[in-house]
């Protein structure tokens, strides 16, 4: 490629319509599918041990009659759909230990290319496929991806078979297990990767001079003090056409409220053939920014326009041929990583308190909806996590875009890791796709034993292709070790589950290098398990239930204090926010791994409090805190009242054990009006203490009330928990969207959109039973909804993901609804749409109304001796008010609870 510095020539603001240069649509809608090499896979069977389906197999030509195939819409995770937990599929697991067999998958679809776009650069965007995907187009074998985590194009224009106008057919075969790593019953990781079209598809038309994807990348100076500043453009222009072609590349920067905030001078280059051409441009901002921060992430928006020709004058821009146009977030903000104080963003210190995450949730696997993407982020908040680790790979692009509107810093991991070509190319593909995240404050190379050994060779050609397509954020590996080749080349030293120790002997030792604990604090639980084996240490591999009490080993100096309680370390990323599909404790007949702090459904643990006690209440209302708590106190009991007899390792007893988690600096515990002590509680950072624990309370059925205190004894907040009566009815609720979890107040009608119902069985007081495991059923009694599937956050529980019902786990089961209509979606989409899908909603004008039906979707939740009970979700066809990242948007900065009170 060549690289062109702009000069000032010209300068003014271009504004023009996206859909005039540029026309980029869903291909979600409107697919076939099929598990199975070459007929339907027999839920029971494995996988075949030869998955080649050669260069031409049947279901990649066009004349292939799909009939026995399903309609499903993207994004899909073809596994987690199958069946239930199989342990005869899977007699040792599979998927991580998750039970879920790994079939391959194909997927087909039948499309028009609009006659109008001939002549124009017509490419498909996959977001995603996991893990090895051959696609074919009208049966011509057209290309191979093989990592699960990054986009790939497919370009259209320049196959010989595709003809305008005419139908046109796309073949997709993935095989989640081929590639490195991978295996007949295994993914390339130890946890759920789960398999197939697992993010969105995008088809995208724009003139044969275009800006590539992901070429687009704008860079600040940010000088403080200062009213001027600038913002750094890179453009990156290809030529598909068989001539020269001249062209001017227009930049300009959006305010948070959409005027103009800045503009460069334009550069008129010229490209050939084949060629492209990278154009610098400098945007000069004669006014003061708003920065992008925690608490008031501000983002601006910079666009590209590519004019056809020379630089037009301001007299002869409205007759100027627009031949793209692109635009991306930005945010302005500084990041520096101190060997000494830790991490300062925009000048002000910040300690990152944060969470590793797998991105695969109950019912929807790996295909994870924006809006549960949305309360996953909110529920981070929600205990004070203002970071987010992307373990062990490229994230959800959407999911980035959230973290940039509600604040939370993010550190932003690559999969594999070796000194090899195409690993070190999947890490370029992530930096240029994310580096216009303001979010993104981190690369991180790898993880744990990947980063070992000779692994570690990979190190400098890591490190130069992230300079080379960013260079203004630091990198990072999640190591066991340090001062050798990798954490050399490194600019921030990453531990993995290590000792303050540990990281004392690597301050004294690189004494210039920053540190972070990068992975900490597998302090397993099992929601609202009240009795069983205390996780006293990190990551003990139990095999016994896993009790709710774990404070012991989060706040011990080998676990979340180890970097919490020093100011030199940049923060703590905590394994994990939520529980996941896989990686259970000891790889027994659980199906979930037990670190979260939420279990698999977003049910939150007695930990979640934990760490709002610790991360959030405890905190003063600094800039790294995720919203203001004004000096506010709250105390959470751990346990349940129920009899000791209700729990085999304490039958027969007489007394029960109890803890509570709270700011307050005493708790004092009654038992029916009678106390049972005041216990002085200890903040995390100042010591081991920060619960209040009672060991021998006597048990009578009632109630048992923690009040927390002050120093002189004040009451300040307190909490009661009762024993239950009995189950006398069902309560259904909606956790999102809800304002109270920051998810908003609708769903979107734009046919992809998801809420996620709480059916909770309750005694006669509304209060849930603790041990309740009724069957719960769900059914769309009426609107444009339907249940995709329920769970109940039980590890041990195999009933099937898909079914419309779930025993209850501790009294509660979580549905998923999904919406069916598409009645948001945009005239410019649906004109679009109705050309090029032959399948799908917009292809069905017998159904036109159920595909465009804008009422709110009524659910039902039933169980053998209790009445039915309903619930309404309220659905809205405008996305620029209800949509996700509106939402994200409009919550940056506020409360959350996700606690219920």
Not at 754 to 770: E, K, Q
Not at 888 to 895: C, D, L, S, T, V
Request: aromatic residues 10%; contains cysteine.
């Amino acid at each position: 490629f060549n690289m062109v510095t702009s000069v000032t020539l010209l300068l003014f603001a271009v504004f023009v319509t996206p859909s005039s240069a540029r026309d980029i649509v869903s291909f979600d809608f409107g697919w076939k599918h099929r598990t199975g090499l070459t007929q339907w896979a027999i839920p029971d069977s494995m996988p075949p041990i030869n998955t080649d389906p050669g260069i031409n197999p049947p279901e990649a030509q066009p004349k292939y009659n799909p009939a026995d195939w399903i309609d499903v819409q993207l994004p899909h995770d073809g596994l987690i759909a199958t069946s239930a937990a199989n342990t005869t599929a899977c007699p040792n697991g599979c998927s991580g230990k998750s039970f879920i067999p790994r079939h391959v998958l194909w997927y087909r679809k039948e499309f028009t290319l609009i006659a109008d776009w001939k002549g124009s650069a017509v490419w498909l965007q996959f977001e995603g496929a996991f893990r090895n995907a051959t696609v074919w187009v009208n049966g011509e074998l057209i290309t191979s991806h093989i990592c699960g985590y990054t986009p790939f194009q497919i370009r259209l224009d320049n196959i010989s078979s595709v003809e305008y106008g005419s139908p046109t057919v796309i073949a997709v075969f993935v095989d989640p297990d081929n590639g490195d790593g991978g295996g007949r019953t295994h993914g390339s990781g130890w946890w759920y990767e789960g398999g197939g079209l697992y993010r969105h598809v995008n088809l995208i038309r724009t003139s044969l001079a275009h800006i590539e994807q992901d070429g687009l990348f704008a860079y600040d100076n940010i000088t403080y003090g200062e009213t001027f500043n600038e913002l750094h453009t890179r453009t990156s222009v290809i030529n598909r056409d068989s001539t020269a072609m001249s062209v001017c590349v227009l930049s300009n920067l959006t305010s948070p409220d959409g005027s103009l905030a800045g503009q460069a001078a334009g550069m008129a280059v010229t490209v050939q053939p084949g060629d492209t051409m990278i154009v610098n441009a400098t945007i000069s901002i004669t006014s003061s920014v708003e920065l992008w921060s925690s608490s008031s992430p501000s983002l601006y928006t910079v666009t590209a326009t590519v004019i056809q020709g020379s630089c037009p004058s301001v007299e002869t821009l409205d007759t100027a041929t627009v031949l793209d146009v692109v635009s991306v977030p930005h945010g302005f903000r500084s990041l520096r990583f101190d060997a000494n104080h830790g991490f300062f963003l925009n000048n002000e210190h910040f300690k990152i308190r944060g969470f590793c995450d797998h991105n695969n949730f109950a019912v929807v696997g790996m295909a994870v909806p924006d809006r549960v993407n949305l309360f996953r982020a909110q529920a981070s908040r929600a205990v004070g996590g203002n970071g987010r680790r992307t373990s062990h790979n490229p994230p959800d692009p959407t999911m980035l875009a959230i973290y940039d509107r509600v604040g939370v810093v993010v550190m932003d991991e690559n999969r594999l890791f070796d000194n090899n070509t195409q690993y070190v190319s999947n890490m370029g593909t992530l930096v240029r796709r994310d580096r216009n995240h303001p979010s993104v404050v981190i690369w991180s190379f790898c993880n744990e034993g990947d980063c070992e050994g000779s692994h570690e060779n990979g190190g400098p050609a890591f490190q130069a292709i992230a300079d080379l397509y960013d260079g203004t954020r630091p990198t990072l590996a999640n190591m066991f070790t340090f001062g050798d080749l990798l954490s050399n080349t490194i600019n921030v030293q990453g531990f993995s589950h290590q000792s303050r120790d540990k990281l004392e002997a690597c301050h004294e030792k690189l004494p210039n290098k920053p540190i972070m604990m990068s992975e900490c604090c597998s302090c397993n639980t099992m929601r609202d398990e009240d009795e069983g084996c205390e996780t006293m240490h990190d990551n003990p591999h139990y095999s016994c239930i896993q009790k709710s009490f774990n404070a012991r080993c989060a706040e011990s100096n080998t676990a979340t204090n180890a970097s919490d309680g020093v100011d030199y370390a940049v923060g703590t990323m905590v394994w994990t926010l939520f529980d996941y599909y896989g990686e259970p404790p000891v790889g027994g007949l659980e199906v979930s791994s037990t670190y979260g702090q939420y279990d698999l459904c977003g049910f939150p643990k007695a930990a979640a409090f934990w760490y709002r006690t610790q991360w959030l209440l405890n905190i003063e209302d600094n800039p790294d805190k995720t919203f203001p708590t004004h000096g506010s106190h709250e105390v959470h009991l751990v346990e349940s009242w129920e009899s000791p007899d209700s729990f085999p390792s304490t039958k027969g007893n007489k007394t029960r054990s109890i803890h509570a988690y709270s700011n307050t600096p005493m708790i004092e515990l009654f038992m029916n009006g009678q106390s049972q002590g005041m216990r002085n509680v200890t903040p995390m950072v100042e010591g081991p203490g920060s619960y209040a624990e009672w060991l021998t309370v006597p048990w009578a059925a009632g109630n048992i009330t923690a009040i927390g205190r002050d120093p002189k004894g004040n009451a300040l907040c307190q909490t009661t928990k009762y024993t239950n009566g009995k189950a006398t009815k069902l309560q259904l609720s909606i956790d999102a969207p809800n304002s109270q979890t920051g998810t908003g107040s609708a769903v979107v009608l734009d046919g992809h959109d998801a809420a996620l119902l709480r059916a909770s069985v309750t005694d006669d007081s509304g209060r849930v039973m603790h041990l309740a495991t009724n069957n719960i059923s769900f059914k769309v009694v009426s609107g444009p909804g339907y249940v995709q599937g329920t769970g109940n956050g039980d590890p041990h529980c195999h009933e099937p993901n898909n079914a419309p019902w779930h025993s209850a786990y501790h009294g509660l089961v979580r549905a998923v609804i999904r919406v069916k209509s598409v009645a948001a979606r945009t005239t410019y989409e649906r004109d679009l749409l109705s050309q090029i899908d032959m399948h799908g909603p917009f292809a069905d004008t017998e159904n036109y109304d159920s595909h465009f039906d804008d009422s709110n979707i009524v659910v039902e939740a039933s169980s053998p001796g209790f009445e039915a009970v309903q619930i309404t979700i309220t659905t809205s066809t405008d996305a620029t008010k209800d949509g996700v990242l509106a939402v994200a948007k409009e919550g940056a900065g506020q409360p959350v609870n996700f606690f219920g009170n």
